[in-house]
């Protein structure tokens, strides 16, 4: 039943984590035929993918019915009064769903698609809308012609705008920072206009892209990248210039990713590039990090999602691919269409993509839960937007919307290997010595209670054990380091001297001593040493450390200090795990038959010849399934570090660092986790390697155990 259990965790695992590695599903479900002349300028979706929408040059905001009765009927229509000819149209980033027509008269009107969601009769209902954030009339813009490219962004609030635009002239490029302020005394908005010709561009350029936050804009021009800092207009500069595709190929097509971070750029080879800005020893510059290849070389549009790193790509031929940047993954390959995709758009939950084509509009269903994650994103170095350079690194969770999850599991694995090197380190020496000398040394009459009383040990909570090591030990530790330090080494000394003392003691005192008393006494010794050490510990700061070790440490010796670290871990879990090593190791050691000790003395030997040889041998299996025992203690353990570590992710082997282990982890972030999610199903992951990690552990002292029985089971 032991073995049907352990199955079927082992199988549950892996039916949750099972997901997270499946390939993505694109499925067509409909077709919406377009019968009027209208150009189609940009598509989208409702959240519920319900409604589909576009908008036209004629121009107009027009809703299509996705479900129900009337699949694909034309559902309302909001027409776009202006006198004057388009001669410009852009679109925001994805999650703005916003989107903008410049006019002959310079005006931008920006204008965003939005539902009203309504019950009725018990039924959900979704009215289709149209806001207009900045008016009907929009932004008039100081231009010396008619817009011909632009991008636009807007503020959270609505009370400012960036555009960066080329005129028809196609001589420069002009960024233009738009204020608005209430009048108090007519309640009207009043706008104040900046602008500003973009230096080193001259010519018609390619393409032209604007941050959400108004930082950055990006001009594409003659396979060169040109990005400005725009966050004030009386100061725009260009931070960096770099030429992004190679010489002979061109870029056709550019989008910014979720976060807008990232740009991402393809050529007319099939060739992506990922560029954003890192730290370098010259500054901030945009750099390219990773590449992806398409077998298509007639890329004419890339597509992000709203808030995850994906992106889309598409051709004339009708073939789309899906990417995910950071885990460098190419998800999808496959010819989509018979025909070019003019237009695409990613529904706000990406589990949908509507398309455009000369035949009209389709929708596709989409599976494409966890593209986030593969083998080498979970294993491997990853280079994250903001860093200078590839990294291990776990962070699930950020109060931005632009925060992109990292769920490398290499610190959190490094972190439970170090709490149990750590534990172990401090605790293997002790019960070993502590078994062996409590089953070959101590008389009978001292056992029987030491043995019970270590034991019982194991029956206190860890939750305690944790909350005094982080609450008390952890404080004294720091307080007291240099006295911890030279306790550490003068403690085997002390002990060593004081047996020495003993032996040296004449017989006849010996003899009068009751049996045993030489362990009984050494306790007040160890605690006289450890209570002299930590009074004289301000002395040793003073002398040694120039009155403070922890700032020797860290600014003297350039080592990072946490309260709660190794040290304190190593202590209080190794405290948890001694119980279990003495119990298993001083049952094997007692054990072992009293005729080969006594058939050992007999012929010569002495104690400690009869204890290494003899003794010892027939012991292994049993005291080395002790210390697999604790291991497996140590790497499973939860309270502890949970509650005397810091649970910071990093892989650092300092003993005045902390760490976070995988069941640690699992405690912290599992009530937190959306069930079904990304993080949900990667915790699930986490716990599967921890099994796996115990099951390995196990295997390894149950296949050694049996191996050294069989070698010293003769004696």
């Known amino acids: 039943m032991v073995l049907v259990a352990l199955l079927m965790i082992f199988f549950y695992l892996l039916y949750v984590v099972q997901p997270i590695f499946e390939d993505v599903s694109i499925e067509p479900t409909l077709t919406i035929a377009l019968d009027d002349e209208h150009k189609t300028l940009a598509l989208g979706t409702d959240d519920h993918v319900e409604t589909a929408y576009r908008l036209t040059s004629e121009p107009a905001l027009e809703y299509y019915q996705l479900h129900g009765a009337d699949k694909t009927k034309l559902i309302k229509q909001f027409e776009i009064n202006n006198d004057s000819e388009i001669t410009a149209f852009a679109k925001a980033m994805p999650h703005v769903k916003q989107f903008a027509y410049a006019f002959a008269n310079n005006s931008v009107v920006i204008i965003k698609p ?37 991008a636009f962004a807007t503020t959270p609030e609505n009370d ?309 090591a982080g609450l008390w030990l952890a404080p004294i530790i720091e307080e007291h380091l240099a006295a911890i330090a030279i306790l550490i080494i003068l403690m085997p000394v002390a002990i060593i001297a004081f047996a020495f003392m003993w032996h040296s003691l004449p017989r006849k005192i010996l003899n009068r001593l009751p049996t045993g008393m030489d362990s009984l006494l050494l306790i007040p010794v160890i605690l006289i040493m450890a209570y002299v050490l930590i009074e004289l510990s301000p002395w040793f700061n003073d002398v040694f450390f120039d009155g403070d070790v922890r700032l020797f440490i860290t600014d003297s010796l350039g080592i990072s200090f946490d309260q709660r670290n190794s040290l304190v871990v190593g202590i209080a879990m190794g405290f948890a795990v001694i119980p279990t090593i003495f119990s298993i190791a001083e049952d094997a050691v007692f054990s072992v038959p009293k005729h080969l000790s006594h058939g050992s003395l007999a012929l010569g030997a002495s104690q400690w010849q009869t204890l290494v040889r003899v003794v010892l041998l027939t012991a292994s299996p049993g005291i080395f399934s002790a210390v697999m025992m604790g291991l497996g203690r140590a790497v499973g353990e939860t309270m502890i570090v949970l509650m005397a570590t810091g649970n910071t992710p990093i892989m650092d082997w300092s003993v005045f660092q902390g760490m976070r282990t995988l069941s640690a982890n699992i405690a912290v972030e599992m009530p937190e986790s959306e069930v079904g999610s990304t993080h949900y199903r990667i915790l699930f992951l986490a716990a599967f390697v921890l099994f796996i990690f115990t099951f390995v552990f196990n295997t390894i002292a149950e296949f050694v155990r049996q191996r050294l029985r069989d070698k010293y089971s003769s004696l």
């Open 160 to 468: 400012g705008a960036g555009v960066v635009y080329q005129s028809q002239t196609q001589q420069a490029v002009y960024y233009s920072r738009l204020l608005g302020e209430i009048n108090f005394m007519t309640d009207e908005i009043e706008w104040s206009q900046s602008n500003v010709e973009l230096p080193n561009i001259t010519g018609a350029v390619d393409q032209l892209h604007l941050t959400a936050d108004l930082s950055r804009a990006f001009v594409l021009q003659n396979g060169y990248m040109y990005v400005f800092d725009v966050r004030n207009a009386n100061k725009v500069k260009l931070v960096s210039q770099n030429r992004v595709v190679e010489y002979g190929t061109q870029v056709t097509a550019s989008t910014l990713l979720a976060g807008a971070s990232s740009i991402v750029i393809a050529d007319n080879q099939g060739n992506i590039a990922q560029w954003f800005e890192v730290n370098t020893e010259q500054g901030r510059e945009f750099t390219k990090i990773r590449a992806f290849k398409s077998d298509n070389k007639d890329i004419n549009g890339l597509y992000p999602e709203f808030f995850r790193r994906s992106f889309v790509a598409t051709s004339q031929s009708g073939a789309l691919d899906v990417f995910y940047t950071t885990s460098e993954a190419h998800l999808y390959a496959e010819q989509l269409l018979d025909q070019a995709i003019l237009d695409l758009a990613i529904s706000p939950r990406a589990n949908a993509y509507i398309s455009l084509t000369s035949q009209g509009i389709h929708l596709f269903d989409v599976e494409n839960e966890h593209p986030e994650v593969t083998w080498s994103a979970l294993w491997q170095e990853t280079w994250y937007e903001g860093y200078s350079e590839p990294d291990y690194i776990w962070q699930s969770t950020s109060a931005s919307d632009d925060f992109e999850s990292k769920f490398s599991l290499v610190p959190i694995t490094f972190g439970t290997i170090k709490a149990a090197f750590y534990a172990m380190l401090f605790s293997v020496p002790i019960a070993l010595a502590a078994a062996i000398y409590t089953a070959y040394f101590m008389p009978a009459k001292i056992r029987t209670v030491v043995k019970p009383t270590v034991e019982i040990m194991e029956a206190l909570p860890t939750v305690i054990l944790g909350f005094l």
């Open 114 to 150: 939005s539902f009203k969601i309504g019950f009725a009769n018990n039924r959900r209902t979704i009215e289709p809308r149209i806001d207009f954030p900045f008016g009907k009339a929009g932004l008039s813009i100081d231009s010396d012609a008619p817009i011909d490219k632009f």
